[in-house]
């Protein structure tokens, strides 16, 4: 069973700084079934990438998506002020066929 | 436009079973590639996937949960249902359900991630 690890639990930053946020898998997955999310307190996640790299729908340039195997990365190039908050890594695995979220990493106002 | 909404109670008492409703709008469940997933959230806690039903019926559930959960699609009202037995004071949580969609060919599959989400139903478990 394929467990994910985020780093840094929270990350601490300023706006316009970089932020790079880390998900590992315990087992390699496929880069098509990685997706990450961000959720904001009081509200229902949002998809940011999916594909490991691709963007959702209406998700801007600054926020990218990559890696593969086991090592995948969040990284949100200029922080703006609607940024801060958790954001989640999702895969989904085949034995057994489940998903899994990843437990969160909270970027919060240096 | 996709939509979804989760509905059902907000207290159960513990040992009952609770029964949420997904009705969504904007998309049908009979088309290929098209799942409906629920997602929980306990206060403060990280998120926890419990099953998805995709647009050929075949459901998925997570292995912890399994023998707990059953998922189910009304295609002509546009409802998936989730009922959980044996409900806890630890499975206290705001529930979500979510739109997601894969394309697959013959040899591999590519997930296009859970898109859409409903705003959430809070159940709290308590006698």
């Known amino acids: 069973e394929i467990v994910l690890t985020q780093s840094p639990g929270t990350l601490s930053l300023s706006p316009g700084e970089r932020a790079t946020l880390s998900c590992r898998a315990s087992q390699s997955v496929s880069s098509s079934y990685l997706a990450w999310y961000q959720q904001k307190p009081g509200q229902a996640p949002r998809l940011l990438i999916y594909?490991?790299?691709s963007r959702a729908t209406g998700i801007p340039d600054r926020f990218s998506g990559s890696g593969s195997g086991t090592d995948f990365t969040l990284t949100i190039s200029r922080l703006e002020p609607e940024d801060f908050a958790v954001y989640y890594c999702q895969q989904y695995g085949s034995s057994p066929p489940k998903f899994t979220f990843g437990p969160g990493t909270k970027v919060d106002i240096k | 436009q996709i939509t979804l909404k989760e509905s059902g109670p907000t207290l159960v008492k513990p040992t009952q079973t609770l029964t949420l409703t997904c009705t969504f709008s904007?998309?049908?469940?009979?088309?290929?590639?098209?799942?409906v997933g629920w997602i929980r959230q306990p206060p403060g806690k990280a998120l926890e996937w419990l099953a998805l039903?995709?647009?050929?019926?075949?459901?998925r559930y997570s292995p912890s949960l399994k023998s707990r959960l059953t998922i189910t699609k009304d295609t002509s009202k546009n409802q998936v249902v989730l009922t959980m037995t044996n409900m806890d004071p630890v499975d206290t949580a705001t529930y979500y359900c979510?739109?997601?969609?894969?394309?697959?060919?013959?040899?591999?599959?590519?997930?296009?991630?859970?898109?859409?989400w409903g705003q959430g139903t809070t159940v709290t478990v308590s006698s």
């Open positions: 904007g998309f049908s469940l009979s088309t290929s590639g098209v799942g």
């Open positions: 594909g490991a790299s």
């Open positions: 979510a739109h997601s969609w894969e394309r697959c060919s013959s040899t591999s599959c590519y997930y296009y991630g859970m898109d859409v």
């Open positions: 039903i995709y647009w050929d019926d075949d459901k």
